[in-house]
């Protein structure tokens, strides 16, 4: 008795190598790609650190050298406006203690 069905025939060795050379040229492929994704992506952190560094240095430099002209334009300003100028001498605790002689004043 012979067998009816009979095996499908193997894929020879130039078919294989075929699909083997297919799939290397699609593999460099995608490497390329990916190659070029992650390059930009390191560009794109590095430009984000940079942005955020050229805002914030500024305002940092700023608020260090500028505070002396700003409690001086305060101290005026303050001075126009009748109020006691602080120049930074008094603690939070003065100045609550300050309120509360105000306070009594008032009652």
Do not use: H
């Amino acid at each position: 008795m012979e067998n009816p069905i009979s095996p499908s025939p193997a894929p020879g060795n130039s078919d294989i190598r075929g699909l083997l050379e297919e799939n290397n040229r699609l593999l460099k492929e995608v490497k390329a790609g990916n190659d070029r994704l992650e390059r930009y992506l390191r560009w794109n952190r590095i430009w984000s650190v940079l942005r955020l560094l050229i805002i914030i240095i500024p305002i940092v430099l700023g608020v260090i050298c500028l505070k002396p002209y700003f409690q001086s334009v305060m101290g005026t300003y303050q001075e126009l406006l009748g109020v006691p100028s602080t120049n930074g001498t008094n603690s939070s605790l003065d100045i609550l203690e300050e309120l509360k002689k105000y306070q009594q004043v008032g009652n």
